[in-house]
């Protein structure tokens, strides 16, 4: 909901501009990577995901950046548009375990 | 249509009460989450279940309980012994692989103290 992005460091952006939201993990033996979209007073939805065996992943506009070295996560959107606006959060995953560790998020802001 | 239905979107508790929350997905998903979002915080794992039947604890599973009857559905009660139940609450489901495990998201229910 709405209160959900108190606090939450914020990226704001030019509506065309690229944007870059980061994400650190936790956990060495984390092995699958799942980005996940929040508009306001909604349900998390599903952006792409990437297994540890990979470095980098495209979807639709969308890029996921792994670097297992320094345990970094990121999420690339081209072209910015004002409905790209909300809050983005990775979560890791232990295969073994069915178990996520959600980050805090970012929240995105497209600026008109 | 395929998905999680939560409801109701808002639920309000009186003190002493417990209520209910109800989760209900047709993806026909071996595996259901209930998670609590507070602001500023990563989403933290009440209960999970991933057969029917069978349910297990998750990091912050006191004052809750749940029931998992049937396989689309897996309701979440709030009881009095929650002292901090506002939040936003949502449910979750995936299917049982350990190739890929993607949790989709129902659309939230927001509780409040009265």
């Known amino acids: 909901g709405e209160s959900v992005g108190l606090h939450l460091p914020t990226l704001s952006v030019q509506e065309g501009d690229n944007s870059i939201i980061n994400c650190a993990y936790s956990?060495?033996?984390?092995?699958?990577f799942i980005w996940y979209k929040q508009e306001s007073g909604k349900g998390p939805q599903f952006i792409i995901d990437?297994?540890?065996?990979?470095d980098k992943r495209q979807g639709q506009r969308v890029t996921v950046l792994l670097n297992k070295t320094v345990k970094h996560l990121s999420l690339q959107i081209a072209a910015t548009q004002p409905g790209d606006s909300a809050v983005y959060f990775c979560?890791?995953?232990?295969?073994?375990?069915?178990?996520?560790?959600f980050g805090t998020g970012t929240r995105l802001k497209v600026l008109a | 249509d395929g998905g999680i239905t939560q409801s109701p979107k808002y639920l309000f508790r009186k003190e002493g009460q417990n209520v209910t929350l109800s989760c209900e997905q047709n993806?026909?998903?071996?595996?259901m989450y209930w998670y609590r979002q507070d602001p500023g915080q990563g989403l933290r794992l009440i209960y999970y279940?991933?057969?029917?039947?069978?349910?297990q604890k998750g990091d912050i599973a006191e004052g809750y309980s749940v029931s998992r009857e049937k396989k689309e559905s897996f309701p979440l009660t709030v009881t009095s012994a929650q002292k901090n139940p506002t939040a936003f609450y949502l449910c979750?489901?995936?299917?049982?692989?350990?190739?890929?495990?993607?949790?989709?998201f129902g659309a939230g229910t927001r509780l409040s103290v009265l």
């Open positions: 979750a489901s995936s299917i049982m692989s350990l190739a890929k495990n993607i949790q989709y």
């Open positions: 956990n060495s033996a984390s092995d699958y």
């Open positions: 990437i297994r540890s065996n990979m």
């Open positions: 979560a890791e995953i232990f295969s073994g375990t069915y178990k996520y560790i």
């Open positions: 993806l026909n998903h071996d595996a």
């Open positions: 279940s991933q057969i029917v039947n069978d349910f």
